[in-house]
């Protein structure tokens, strides 16, 4: 099995995009730290698979379903760090969403150990999380 940093990041983008939540999941270190940017209900530190896994989860929730994410470029990698430029899509009722950003993660020990998520709007994506 190979558990390269650039190996590990297209495993959970590859799993993030067809839907296989578990396979995302699984590539998380135990203590994974995710830094959500913005100022709505999931934006902070979130620590711990079980906290980064909620959030996920409440985001699925929360858009009914539809949130979606790809990459729009090839990864990036540096040492132990992988840049993802990504564009996502959600729709809940009476809202919707369409971004563009970049994710950064680190990965040690053939797991993601932590995330950078940047927006290029993020008044859009506090409007459409809101604060719950």
Do not use: C
Request: aromatic letters at 10%; zero cysteines.
């Amino acid at each position: 099995m190979t558990t390269t940093p650039l190996a590990v990041a297209t495993t959970y983008f590859d799993a993030l995009e067809s839907g296989d939540f578990a396979t995302v999941a699984a590539q998380f270190s135990d203590d994974v730290v995710w830094h959500q940017p913005g100022d709505n209900r999931f934006s902070g530190a979130h620590r711990g698979s079980d906290a980064v896994g909620a959030m996920i989860g409440g985001m699925m929730s929360v858009s009914e379903g539809t949130f979606s994410l790809k990459r729009s470029a090839p990864l990036m990698v540096n040492g132990d760090v992988v840049a993802a430029s990504v564009h996502w899509t959600a729709k809940r009722s009476g809202a919707e969403m369409d971004g563009t950003g970049i994710d950064l993660m680190r990965v040690a020990d053939g797991k993601v150990v932590e995330v950078w998520l940047f927006t290029a709007d993020p008044a859009e994506e506090d409007a459409f999380w809101g604060q719950g």
